[in-house]
């Protein structure tokens, strides 16, 4: 089972956080994803990774156009998932062992 998870300040943000959500699973289905849209940003994050650590974009650079919101979204996702060593498209259940760009407190811990 894999979770999902998407929340918004108004439910004009809870939609755009769903269709990030939506995006994600097309693309990267599989993956454990969290999409927040509030403040202007959208922050994606991946469950598995723990901690608040995601990738950000600012809601008014890529809201303008559907298709500039979908690119956007799918490159923000697909190197996050790159700086976690998990290639891009389906997961296939690699664990993420390191992270780059996080500090070393803040890395993974392996089970």
């Not at 998870?5 to 699973?25: F, P, Q, R, W």
């Not at 994050?45 to 608040?52: F, I, Q, T, Y």
């Not at 996702?77 to 296939?92: D, I, S, T």
Request: net charge neutral; hydrophobic share 40%; glycine share 10%.
């Amino acid at each position: 089972m894999v979770m999902l998870y998407s929340e918004g300040d108004s439910k004009a943000e809870e939609a755009d956080a769903h269709t990030v959500l939506e995006i994600l699973c097309s693309v990267y289905p599989g993956h454990p994803w969290a999409a927040r849209v509030s403040g202007g940003v959208v922050f994606i994050r991946h469950l598995e990774l723990g901690h608040n650590w995601g990738m950000v974009r600012k809601y008014k650079n890529i809201s303008h156009d559907a298709n500039v919101f979908r690119r956007e979204i799918i490159m923000a996702a697909g190197e996050f998932l790159e700086r976690m060593n998990l290639r891009r498209g389906r997961a296939n259940g690699d664990e993420i062992i390191r992270v780059e760009g996080i500090p070393d407190k803040h890395q993974p811990i392996r089970h």
